[in-house]
């Protein structure tokens, strides 16, 4: 005798059709300020494979490193209309794309300054809890001095830095390795 998986023990195939409504793939507007960015990646099982049916969210501060959100009452300017929130799904071959600004550093734990980042979490079939990781920017002189970055092992830290592409203004790829050689850190929050 076999028994399957009920919808209340595991997460999809289908659970990221009902937000496609909420799909926010540009994060700037136009006149926002800030280094407009388009990051772009895949979603890669560990053997590899595509992921075709996964949702990346992301959430980050302004230019200025202030958080569209209540919570951040720090002295920063807020950017009119930045929602500093974005979500896509990845397409049959794993792929997804962002549009928007290179944030400001924002505070961290005990109010240090952390590294220009954007946090992500993925969601995806098989998933209960969605994965928790951030993308850091290359060539970030901050980067040497971030609180959690430097949290990572350093041979595992590559795996949250997004790579410049070259021949392609302010594009930068970043991909989410589930598992593996190559494995994207995850955070425990």
């Keep these: 005798m076999s028994l399957r998986a009920t919808g209340s023990q595991t997460v999809g195939p289908y659970f990221h059709l009902g937000f496609s409504w909420l799909y926010v793939d540009k994060l700037a507007g136009p006149g926002m300020s800030g280094e407009r960015v388009t990051i772009e990646g895949r979603v890669l099982d560990g053997d590899g494979k595509p992921v075709g049916d996964a949702m990346i969210e992301i959430w980050q501060a302004d230019a200025h490193g202030r958080y569209a959100h209540p919570g951040d009452e720090h002295d920063k300017p807020l950017e009119p209309g930045f929602k500093g929130f974005g979500r896509v799904a990845t397409d049959e071959n794993g792929v997804f794309r962002l549009a928007t600004i290179k944030p400001g550093r924002a505070p961290g734990p005990g109010g240090q300054p952390q590294a220009p980042h954007v946090v992500v979490s993925v969601f995806m079939r098989g998933l209960l809890k969605h994965l928790v990781t951030r993308i850091y920017f290359p060539d970030e002189p901050s980067n040497a001095d971030d609180p959690v970055l430097n949290l990572v092992e350093p041979p595992r830290r590559s795996t949250l830095i997004a790579k410049t592409v070259a021949g392609s203004e ?18 425990d929050v």
Excluded: A, C
Excluded at 171 to 186: D, H, K, M, P, Y
């Design 170 to 187: 302010g594009l930068l790829e970043w991909n989410v390795i589930l598992q593996g050689e190559g494995e994207t850190v995850f955070f």
